[in-house]
């Protein structure tokens, strides 16, 4: 089945630095890529997603990168602020059957002020 | 858009008892519903996957007689925690998705379950 790594497990950066998050997946048939952010006892809220026909998608300061060939996906913070302190979870689902998504392990990101 | 409520948001029990938590998608219709499960500082387990008008789709190592889950309509899931005991303490959360391909899953709040 499905396997996604995600690296870093934590992520401290200066307030205004980038953060980089990344992840692989194993199936090649995933062709749908969500990353969610989640505050302490909260929802985890989609911020950016990526399908497989697309090599990169940005939305402000947040992107993400897609390299299919090596079943890698990256999420781009830039201008981080403190209120991007939170953890983010990569996924990898395919647009098929059932869309289950299999999460990453996820990253704790401190943005120190 | 896309809004997901998940009630009740924080449960209290003996051991013994079963508890329903109710996932509803309140702006759109959802065919499929997943449960999830999370453990502190964990990342989100996949429980099951609850289909509109047919039995759920449980993954490996999920006992089904233990979480019970029920898809009525297009807009509610429920999942019920039978005979529930404190190993079954956990972080609940459900999502859905809109009908049709290429939709994101949206989350409830969540429901932290404490089994006394």
């Known amino acids: 089945g499905e396997n996604v790594e995600q690296h870093p497990s934590t992520l401290s950066v200066q307030e205004g630095d980038s953060a980089v998050i990344k992840c692989t997946y194993s199936d090649s048939a995933s062709n749908y890529f969500p990353w969610y952010k989640q505050e302490l006892g909260k929802r985890p809220q989609l911020i950016i997603d990526?399908?497989?026909?697309?090599g990169e998608k940005k939305d402000q300061r947040i992107a993400v990168t897609l390299n299919k060939t090596a079943k890698h996906f990256s999420l781009h913070i830039t201008e981080t602020q403190p209120e991007d302190s939170a953890v983010y979870f990569c996924?990898?689902?395919?647009?098929?059957?059932?869309?289950?998504?299999?999460f990453g392990t996820g990253t704790r990101l401190k943005v120190l002020a | 858009g896309a809004v997901v409520s998940q009630h009740p948001s924080r449960v209290i029990c003996k051991s013994g008892t079963s508890v329903k938590i109710e996932c509803r998608s309140l702006?759109?219709?959802?065919?499929?519903m997943f449960w999830y499960r999370q453990f502190p500082k964990k990342s989100l387990m996949l429980m099951a996957t609850s289909n509109e008008g047919s039995k759920a789709t449980y993954e490996q190592g999920v006992e089904k007689d233990k979480f019970l889950i029920n898809h009525a309509s297009l807009t509610l899931s429920t999942l019920t925690v039978t005979s529930a005991h404190p190993e079954d303490s956990s972080f609940y959360i459900c999502s859905a998705r809109d009908t049709g391909s290429n939709q994101p899953q949206h989350f409830g709040d969540g429901t932290r379950l404490s089994i006394l």
């Open positions: 702006d759109f219709q959802a065919t499929t």
């Open positions: 996924a990898a689902s395919t647009a098929s059957g059932t869309y289950k998504y299999i």
């Open positions: 990526i399908r497989s026909n697309v």
